[in-house]
């Protein structure tokens, strides 16, 4: 059955709108990184390094306190080392790149994070702008997926905007941005969508975008946020 003109119309329109906001956001997360969107600045949490011995003894006072020490030897090292290896056909059971050698680089963690679809970027991109690439994808699609489902709830455009906002810039995901916590929590509007979708008797749409945001959340490499 043919669509109506108007139907078309809505659909183009929604399209224009969610161009315009994935553009507006793509424009807030580039002046919120400003040092490495514009500044040449590398995205990393290897500056955590100053707070573990040996080399907290010659960093000079002033420095802020880190505690997530896990990023630097585990989140990061992994997604640097182990996609390019295992794209080139190479299993990285063993790996050198992480707590100094670890033999269990194959472990559920680390297989979810090299299947993560949005950690692909660190094969395509050098290692200098990789992390930068993969905090902007995961949370520019969180904030698009909020958008979407407050659309589908029936908000005002005005409110899209803001929650799109909000969720793109949330605590969680700016304070974890380098872990895999992110990857899990930006699936979580669009999993919603697919639900609200299936409730309206939209089976297509829905059952798919359902099963995409539980499965990819799970490949995000840390079970404990995927199960909360």
């Known amino acids: 059955m043919r669509s109506l003109p108007s139907e ?21 997360l580039s002046l919120f990184f400003y040092r490495s969107t514009f500044g040449g600045q590398v995205l990393s949490p290897a500056e955590l390094l100053r707070h573990e011995a040996p080399f907290r003894e010659v960093v000079p006072p002033g ?18 080392t182990h996609v390019p290896r295992l794209l080139r056909g190479d299993v990285p059971y063993l790996d050198p790149y992480k707590l100094g050698g670890d033999l269990g680089g194959m472990g559920w963690v680390s297989l979810g994070q090299i299947l993560y679809p949005p950690a692909w970027v660190h094969a395509w991109l050098p290692p200098a702008l990789a992390p930068l690439a993969f905090a902007l994808v995961r949370l520019l699609v969180g904030g698009l997926g909020m958008a979407l489902l407050l659309g589908r709830l029936g908000l005002p455009g005005w409110a899209r905007w803001l929650g799109a906002v909000a969720f793109t810039f949330a605590g969680s995901h700016v304070v974890w941005l380098s872990s895999p916590i992110p990857s899990v929590t930006i699936c979580l509007p669009w999993a919603w969508l697919g639900i609200e979708w299936l409730m309206a008797g939209r089976t297509l749409p829905g059952l798919p975008v359902l099963a995409l945001a539980c499965g990819i959340q799970f490949l995000a490499g840390y079970l404990p946020q995927s199960v909360l």
């Not at 078309?8 to 807030?28: K, N, P």
């Not at 880190?66 to 992994?78: G, K, Y």
């Open 63 to 80: 420095h802020p306190n880190a505690l997530r020490s896990d990023d630097v030897f585990l989140a990061t090292p992994t997604y640097l």
């Open 8 to 28: 078309r119309a809505g659909a183009s329109a929604g399209r224009f709108r969610i161009g315009w906001l994935a553009a507006g956001l793509l424009v807030l």
